[in-house]
């Protein structure tokens, strides 16, 4: 499974490529959190950079459902978009790194949309 996921990264990397003027947002998931960054591939550097560890999240609302982590990953598209702005980032080219864009996938790109990035 997770050869055929580097496989579709490997080729979707061929295509998309992050520019000063329209960098690249890269999501990488793992079983516990979900992080993003907007990624410059002309400098290789990371513009800007967040983790779903970032989050506050409250001590009595352990849960791992499925709905919670969508909201978590939500919120983080938020919160990537309120930092781009800041650093004067409007458009970026989405990069799901060979994940299925649904679930938290899609969440971290509609709350990043809207933040006010544009895809």
């Given at each position: 499974?997770?050869?055929k996921?580097?496989?579709?990264?490997?080729?979707?990397?061929?295509k998309?490529?992050?520019?000063?003027?329209?960098?690249?947002?890269?999501?990488?998931?793992?079983?516990?959190?979900?992080?993003?960054?907007?990624?410059?591939?002309?400098?290789?550097?990371?513009?800007?950079?967040?983790?779903?560890?970032?989050?506050?999240?409250?001590?009595?609302?352990?849960?791992?459902?499925?709905?919670?982590?969508?909201?978590?990953?939500?919120?983080?598209?938020?919160?990537?978009?309120k930092?781009?702005?800041?650093?004067?980032?409007?458009?970026?080219?989405?990069?799901?790194?060979?994940?299925?864009?649904?679930?938290?996938?899609?969440?971290?790109?509609?709350?990043?949309?809207?933040?006010?990035?544009?895809?």
């Amino acid at each position: 499974m997770k050869d055929k996921r580097l496989q579709r990264r490997k080729r979707i990397r061929a295509k998309i490529k992050g520019t000063n003027e329209r960098p690249r947002l890269s999501v990488f998931r793992s079983n516990k959190y979900i992080y993003a960054q907007i990624i410059d591939d002309e400098k290789g550097k990371t513009l800007v950079g967040v983790s779903e560890k970032q989050i506050k999240e409250d001590a009595s609302s352990k849960k791992t459902e499925s709905s919670k982590k969508i909201d978590k990953s939500k919120t983080l598209g938020l919160m990537l978009a309120k930092l781009a702005v800041s650093k004067k980032i409007k458009s970026v080219v989405f990069d799901r790194s060979g994940y299925a864009y649904h679930g938290r996938v899609k969440a971290i790109a509609e709350g990043a949309r809207e933040g006010g990035l544009k895809f």
